[in-house]
């Protein structure tokens, strides 16, 4: 397969550069485009008041192209600048730390995944419950071996696979679980510190809170052991709530709404 591979810890992480030896070495055509500077928690961010710019990086056994943007920069940048052809796939990751639940949409490594989604490309988000992993060469080969046997023509448009690994080492993983999302959210609060001037800085940290998970969820399955896999598209309409607006906005007697189709002169 020819993979647009692309992260948000940046071109020089540990999940980017084992996940590229892993699908080099399964044979597939890599091109990597990725942020120069980490971008964690970036959301789906576009550069749009300043220029792109590009660098080339080439070390022993890699290459790619650094981009001082978003991970949805490079994305975008990739597909409509930087390589000659379109791709068969959208990879983003290996992330340190997992992105579950609400993390969707505060990740940047799921929003590069995202947009080549959006874009009509199949597309896969991977990342591990680990904010400082030392070896990920079990999860890339894994998601290599997954990548090979997927049957990305029958993928349907518009959707993204977010894939998660537990923290720990590939021999105590209890095996894939394809799941919802959590629909738990963080329970957050900020460290008070004070910088050598005296003056108070503010540092966020948050939960999940175990006690709020629906078990067979990401989070759980992720806590429990378990690689997740789920399927992701990004409507954000609320659909059954929909009808009730337009017949509260009715009730106004503001016109349109469901179902209206206008009137021809």
């Not at 080339?56 to 981009?67: C, L, P, Q």
């Not at 949805?72 to 597909?79: E, H, R, S, T």
């Not at 791709?87 to 995944?113: C, K, Q, R």
Request: charged share 25%; net charge negative.
């Amino acid at each position: 397969m020819h993979i647009l591979l692309a992260n948000d810890d940046g071109i020089w992480a540990i999940g980017l550069r084992a996940l590229y030896a892993a699908l080099v070495a399964g044979g597939h055509e890599v091109q990597v485009v990725a942020p120069l500077t980490e971008q964690s928690a970036v959301g789906h961010a576009v550069t749009i008041s300043l220029p792109l710019r590009t660098r080339e990086i080439r070390e022993d056994g890699f290459a790619g192209i650094g981009v001082s943007g978003t991970p949805v920069d490079c994305v975008k940048l990739g597909l409509a600048a930087l390589l000659t052809r379109k791709p068969d796939l959208v990879v983003s990751g290996i992330n340190n730390g997992a992105n579950v639940g609400v993390d969707i949409l505060y990740s940047g490594t799921v929003s590069a995944a995202t947009e080549g989604a959006l874009l009509g490309l199949p597309a896969l988000a991977v990342s591990v419950d680990d904010f400082s992993p030392t070896d990920l060469t079990e999860q890339a080969r894994w998601t290599e071996d997954f990548i090979r046997r997927k049957d990305w023509s029958a993928h349907p448009k518009g959707c993204l696979l977010n894939l998660n690994f537990p923290a720990g080492p590939m021999k105590l993983v209890k095996g894939l679980r394809v799941c919802p999302q959590t629909q738990a959210t963080y329970r957050d609060w900020y460290d008070t510190r004070k910088d050598p001037r005296g003056r108070d800085y503010y540092w966020l940290d948050g939960v999940i809170p175990r006690e709020h998970l629906t078990p067979g969820s990401d989070r759980a399955l992720l806590t429990g052991g378990c690689i997740t896999l789920t399927p992701l598209h990004f409507d954000f309409t609320d659909w059954p709530h929909l009808e009730i607006l337009d017949r509260e906005m009715r009730s106004w007697g503001l016109g349109g709404g469901v179902g209206d189709e206008e009137e021809e002169d």
